[in-house]
């Protein structure tokens, strides 16, 4: 059984900061795609960053500049580090580790932007 478990999200005012975790555990063989998505209310689930295990990070387009995702696949960990947030970046994070057509997901992490 593999779980994924995000954590540090919460309640931020626009401008703030904050950073996402993810930790997988179980018995994961192995992992080559790591990403962050985002469902805001009433709105489809959206990708927001991807990082592979070898090739350079992609993000959505409204985020760039601003979010940054990492990755420690020594203990199938990512990171996103949320900057200059707004509140349409008000949403629950879900993150998504992958290898070829295996996947698994997190329960998500409420982020909410406001004043």
């Known amino acids: 059984q593999v779980q994924l478990v995000e954590s540090g999200g919460g309640s931020v005012q626009p401008g703030g900061s904050l950073r996402l975790s993810c930790g997988a555990s179980?018995?994961?063989?192995?992992?080559?795609?790591m990403q962050w998505y985002r469902q805001a209310p009433g709105k489809e689930r959206e990708l927001v960053a991807s990082?592979?295990?070898?090739?350079?990070?992609n993000y959505a387009n409204s985020v760039k500049g601003r979010f940054t995702i990492s990755r420690d696949s020594s203990k199938y960990t990512m990171y996103l580090q949320m900057n200059n947030l707004t509140p349409e970046d008000t949403a629950v994070y879900y993150c998504?580790?992958?290898?070829?057509?295996?996947?698994?997901w997190g329960k998500g992490t409420l982020v909410t932007v406001s004043s």
């Open positions: 998504k580790m992958s290898y070829y057509t295996m996947a698994y």
């Open positions: 990082i592979t295990s070898g090739g350079s990070p």
């Open positions: 179980g018995s994961i063989f192995r992992i080559n795609v």
